[in-house]
């Protein structure tokens, strides 16, 4: 069995000791844009449409629907605060895929390919025009992407998927656009990605939702829905004509949907804002975001005032589906990050990470979305994202009114839309699988990528695992 270039490569240890030395535990990007205050539900009400959840998904749902129906009452129930789980523990990126990587839509939806591949850009364009439109204060920049090969045998991935839009690096080439020892290629693709600061993209969905009239209530978490579309709160009921659920990795509140998802929690860490000298040393004068090509793979961008967000490789899921705010302090994990980072960046030996967070990502067995709608019509829902929600939750959220106006539309007559992932096995079965895979994934990365038994298996039969 080989070793990676993370292995071949290991920074000093005192290296890793002094940069995550006074780290803070939690997310910087919610530190760095609270948001507005909301109140809780404490009485009793009716509305046209009830949506549960306040993230992107929830958000986009919301702020749509009163759009389009601005005589509509529209209601946001969020269990928190806005934005406060996945909406503002992500890396940031806004990519154009529905699907999570064309990979993925081939090998799912080959006869629609095409078709998801101008929906997802269409839907990215939508984004930036509701940015531009609403104004929207959340550090949205389009600067396209770019996919590297840290280990050989990745290099003839990347060639491979080069397109009108998706331009092949050498080693020269890639190297020049961001310094890293480790780079031999890269995949340079120019529309289909953008970033935004996550907690000031929730924070400004919100107020756009309360500048268009959507009537938003905090600290109200949605116990179980009644009979027909009635929600119970803690504190007060709604009788909603029509319900949009939108709380993706939190336990559905359909029992159709309980084995649905798994909760695995992501990785992160954020250095201090990088000074002029050490910005040049790495070169990134495009600020694309960046993504190695391994199965645990890592992903970094820059942020507004030059921070570099470094995360993802490990992928940690909890015996029974747990969502615990401890899980999300893990040191083995963020020392394992802190060491790929200088790695990746030994010229910045010496830098400390300013924030280190966690969060759990809505895993599903196909590794994108699905959609449906429950009690005669009058519920719908969408999750199942796996980690590239950002974008792909607002044409979730266009999914979900469609279903729940009952209308025929090219979104909701894709068979991406119509099927279901596979479910997830109970315990003890969930925990082994899910443990076993990670660990054949691992073993890929130091086998020049070749797939065991194991995992080609689980192609077979349409069950994966994403880290």
Wanted: charged share 20%; with cysteine; net charge neutral.
């Amino acid at each position: 069995m080989g070793s990676t270039v993370f292995e071949r490569m290991r920074p000093d240890a005192a290296v890793v000791r002094h940069a995550l030395r006074g780290a803070r535990q939690g997310s910087f990007w919610l530190e760095d844009a609270p948001g507005d205050p909301y109140p809780q539900l404490t009485g009793d009400l009716h509305c046209d449409l009830a949506v549960v959840g306040g993230g992107y998904s929830g958000l986009w749902t919301a702020l749509l629907a009163k759009q389009e129906s601005p005589a509509s009452r529209v209601v946001l129930l969020e269990g928190k605060r806005i934005g406060w789980a996945a909406s503002g523990r992500n890396g940031g990126f806004c990519e154009a895929s529905l699907t999570h990587g064309e990979e993925n839509a081939l090998s799912r939806f080959p006869e629609e390919f095409d078709q998801l591949q101008r929906l997802g850009m269409r839907n990215l364009d939508e984004i930036e025009l509701a940015v531009g439109e609403l104004a929207l204060d959340a550090d949205f920049e389009r600067n396209g992407a770019i996919d590297l090969a840290t280990e050989p045998h990745q290099v003839e991935w990347l060639r491979d998927a080069v397109g009108p839009d998706a331009v092949f690096l050498d080693t020269a080439a890639v190297r020049a656009e961001v310094h890293s020892p480790t780079y031999l290629a890269g995949l340079r693709r120019t529309r289909d990605s953008a970033l935004v600061h996550p907690a000031k993209l929730a924070r400004a969905l919100a107020r756009a939702c309360a500048a268009a009239g959507v009537e938003i209530f905090e600290n109200t978490p949605v116990t179980s829905i009644g009979d027909g579309t009635t929600l119970n709160t803690p504190h007060a009921t709604v009788r909603a004509e029509r319900t949009a659920l939108a709380t993706n990795v939190f336990p559905s509140l359909l029992k159709r949907n309980r084995f649905s998802t798994v909760p695995v929690y992501d990785y992160v860490l954020m250095t201090e804002p990088l000074m002029d000298a050490q910005l040049a040393s790495i070169g990134w004068s495009g600020r694309q975001g960046l993504g190695d090509s391994a199965n645990q793979f890592h992903y970094y961008r820059l942020s507004a005032d030059n921070r570099i967000l470094f995360g993802g490789y490990d992928a940690i899921y909890h015996y029974g589906g747990r969502i615990r705010e401890q899980y999300e302090n893990r040191p083995a994990t963020f020392e394992r990050l802190a060491g790929h980072f200088f790695t990746t960046f030994p010229q910045l030996a010496g830098i400390r990470f300013s924030h280190r967070w966690a969060g759990a990502i809505d895993t599903c067995s196909r590794f994108c979305a699905f959609f449906g709608s429950a009690r005669g019509g009058r519920v719908a829902y969408a999750t199942g994202y796996t980690g590239l929600g950002v974008a792909a939750t607002h044409f979730g959220a266009k999914v979900m009114l469609d279903l729940l106006a009952g209308r025929s539309t090219e979104r909701t007559e894709l068979a991406m839309v119509k099927s279901r992932p596979l479910p997830f096995p109970p315990e003890p079965a969930a925990s082994i699988g899910i443990n076993l895979t990670r660990w054949s994934l691992d073993r890929a990365d130091h086998a020049d990528g070749k797939r065991n038994l194991f995992l080609k298996t689980l192609d077979a039969v349409g069950l994966g695992f994403d880290s």
